[in-house]
């Protein structure tokens, strides 16, 4: 071990910590692209951009980490944001990141609960249980009363980040939630290069392996599972702090549908896949909004739905990996 | 009068017949699903979506084409068979070879299209389908009114399932397709032609779905979205029945109305979550589902 | 590059306000008047408002010329699929990049009521048009916006009302299960009891409901005269439908639709919706002045015009009307000034905008025909009798509205 510290370093190492070099030069570029981007673009947008693309990255983290389809991701975007938007409006004591906190925590609950059931099937199985335990979830909220039913929470106040920060301005509100944007994305980098992604990524290409070489893989696969409601509850409660509101819309297995679009545009597997998949989306969504195509929205994400699946199944990212492998290296 | 948990007898009664009548909605529809899944592997998310193109199929071949309601009960599945053969043929088969779960991604995104353009072109506030002649009016039974048509739905939808059970499992096709979905590559061997069973299969499954939604037409307004909420529903139901058999499909299906209809009775608010709480519970107890083997 | 531009946009109206002096057209921001409609255009409501409400606006501008003392007006839209995020989330970019004079449309309560805070918080204008919760100008209610065409106050005063009247003693309530719903619930109950009435049973129902078979059994059991439809669009239609199969008619018992409009009624049918009573804001088929407009829109869009759609576009006339007498766009002086005027035209009758920002007018109630009554596709109504504008709303004594003194 002291001689690999003090020796000159092979070739193979030279080569990794170049690339750990590019990579890093590549995050901080990002970093300050994000830093820079509301001054270019309008803040809230670039949120919204942002509380989806950590959505994906949850759900991605799933998919295509551990190899499990959820179909129900979109009840735990909305537990977050329901639970944070009912503290936030009910109790003015309470900070935003106290709230964001909570809902964050609540929907890590949701997410223990749905993963102790869900994860007992495997495939097709696991994206229809999960469908269905969202859709539960969905009735849940539309009846329990501190949601407001089909009216939705509203007035979300913003609040005071550390009880000083005014968040009512959009530029200090859009800081905020590229922080938690940056800590989320961290959380998930860290947990697929760690060795607990590994044995994921081992789950996901041969299960009964992985079970012979003695992990416990249904323990492995629910920590994932736990991992992703609970920054997919995060991406939902920052969401409503920024919009200050919260709705039956989060909660639709529409949305479910959505975040799956994002992750398989982007590149499904891949860690900036979803984020530019998310990107895509919410801005198409935004643009067709105020066009004459604003009704055929649906078919359009459908037509690109096929498409993906069809010819494009690696997503944006990986194709561009691929290329990128293909031709530089 | 007689009571049943402080319920009289009639409105117990009544609620059970009704349940059963959506039961039969349900058995439908998931038998359609176990069909195409037994073969095809993949969950078919555009069940829904054809359920509701039968409903339009029946209400505009009527509107344009002056087809009726009994004409229609054929026609319309035939032709969203015919639809579901070509989407099989020009699309599933091309990943057929890839994880099932892009199936269902890809059939999600044809429900998705099928909806969206329907809604650009006829709204979502739901066209009324007259009930056919013959069907109007109703029985006094003891203790309900009931209205004929759904006398019939009840009857009709029981009698398709029949049918089909008897194709599959007795018949020299059923024997063909249940060979298929045990071992495709020694049925090709032997000669059978595999992909065209798998084309056939895949419409036929839809076909039922576009019955159902003959069926549903002049019931519940025809509206594009008629389809997609019902079946989140039906896909807890075949969570519940496992999706290994035919018979079990039908069964559970009925079942599921049953306990619904009652909930209605008992505890209206809970309604739409009945089915899905049974979900757990049968998750819990029975992973595989009540009719299903073990994966 | 936006806020640059916003900035630099305002400095420079500033600086021309200071060297022109006031002239009624430096007053309008941006020397334009921006109009931003939002509505559901693909979703549940779009038969309601959507595309042919943004037409109905487009008349209003046209025939007021295309502009107001020489400031252009722009139009734009965007649909809001019925969530209260995306409708928000566009109000709030409208205001912070366009500049947005007024919003138009707003459809879906929630969708409505999330708007109306974004409108509040950066002082800006709208005009709601099809959301129905009367508590758009109660609890909810804002300096910045009003509520032009009717809301649940009067479709349950004047209905319920009007149906105790007529014999229709004992009810039977089938209630949507959520807030809309047993607001409306509420409201019919306290009118039927204050009638001499009586509510002998209900029922809530999950929302939305495909299957009304089990509930509409419930009612018949239940063997109330009336069966109370508190619920809306698709429940409605579906309870209506199933009602007419179990003969639910014929058997004596009568429907009370409590929130019903045109579409609704000419989507299921006069076999299924006869004899249907229902409170509306305005009937196209109501009188010369109202028949007039709705050929015009006829012949631009297809389908003859909903409350909704003839709303938008008397209330888009109203508004322009109010920019040019007071040559400004400041959201309060043209409130003030839409007060301070009697509101008579095509859609109006006797209407008044109060404080609490609710145009109270003239409300009709109206029985749906039989096939046989019935003279071509869009001949749907016969009005029995005028809610007067005073009776049909929620006084401003019993108001909660943090506008109102009481």
Known sequence: ?329 | MTMIFGVPLAVFMGQLLLGLINGAFYALLSLGLAVIFGLLKIVNFAHGAMYMLGAFATLLGMRYLGINFWAALVLAPLFVGLLGMLVERFLLRRIGHLDHLYGLLLTFGLALIFEGTLVNFFGVSGARYPTPEALQGGFQTGFMFLPKYRAFVLVAAIAVCLVTWYIIERTRLGAYLRAGTENPALMQAFGVNVPLLVTLTYGFGVALAAFAGVLAAPLYPVSPTMGSNLLIVVFAVVVIGGMGSILGAVLTGLGMGLIEGLTKVYYPEAANTVIFLVMILVLMLRPAGLFGKEA | MTFIKKTLASSIAIAATAAMATTAQAEISDGEIRIGYLADMSGVYRDLAGPGGLEALRMAVEDFGGSVNGAPIQVFSADDRNSADVGANTVREWIDTRNVDMVAGLVASSVTIAVTRVLEENDSFGIVSASAASSITNEHCTPNHIHWVYDTYPLANGTAQAVVQQGGETWFMLTADYAFGHALEGDVTRVVEENGGEIIGRVRHPFPTDDFSSYILQAQGSGAQIIGLANAGADTVNAINTASQFGVVEAGQQLAGLLVFLNDVHAMGLEATQGLLLTTGWYWDMDDEAREWSERYYERVGRMPTMVQAGIYSSTYHYLQAVEATGSDDPQTVREYMMSQPIHDFFARNGQLREDGRMVHDMYLARVKSPEESEGEWDLYEILTTIPAAEAYRPLSESQCKLVQN
């Open chain 1, 1 to 329: 071990m002291a001689t690999t510290q003090t020796q000159t370093l092979t070739p193979s190492m030279k080569r990794e910590r170049r690339a750990n070099q590019r990579r890093y030069a590549f995050y901080l570029a990002l970093i300050v692209i994000g830093l820079v981007a509301p001054f270019f673009a309008y803040p809230v947008f670039l949120m919204k951009v942002l509380c989806f693309a950590l959505f994906a990255c949850a759900f991605n983290l799933l998919l295509g980490y551990a190899g499990l389809l959820s179909f129900g991701h979109a009840a735990f975007l909305a537990t977050g944001g329901y639970v944070t938007g009912y503290l936030l409006s009910s109790y003015p004591a309470i900070t935003p990141e106290l709230g964001i906190l909570v809902g964050t925590g609540a929907a890590v609950l949701l997410g223990l609960a749905f993963g102790a059931l869900a994860i007992r099937r495997q495939g097709i199985y696991f994206a229809m249980v999960t469908l269905a335990l969202a859709q539960m979830v969905f009735f849940f909220f539309v009846q329990a009363p501190f949601t407001g039913g089909e009216d939705g929470l509203h007035g979300v106040p913003r609040g005071h980040l550390f009880g000083f920060i005014s968040l009512r301005n959009n530029l200090a509100m859009y800081y905020f939630v590229f922080v938690i944007f940056l800590i989320g994305f961290a959380i998930v980098q860290r947990a697929v290069h760690s060795p607990y992604g590994q044995v994921l990524k081992a789950i996901r290409e041969n299960e009964p392996r992985a079970v012979s070489l003695g992990y416990n893989v249904d323990a492995y696969k629910l920590l994932a599972f736990v991992l992703s409601a609970g920054l997919a509850g995060l991406a939902g409660s920052t969401k409503t702090v920024v919009f200050q509101l919260a709705s039956l819309t989060d909660a639709h297995w529409h949305m479910s549908g959505e975040v799956i679009l994002m992750t398989l545009l982007g590149g499904v597997g891949t860690l900036f896949g979803p984020v530019v998949g998310a990107g895509l989306v919410v801005s198409l969504q935004h643009m067709l909004a105020q066009s004459p195509l604003g009704t055929w929205v649906g078919p359009i994400l459908g037509v690109i739905f096929v498409i993906c699946v069809l010819s494009f199944r690696s997503g944006i990212v990986g194709e561009a990996m691929k290329m990128y492998r293909k031709n530089f290296k």
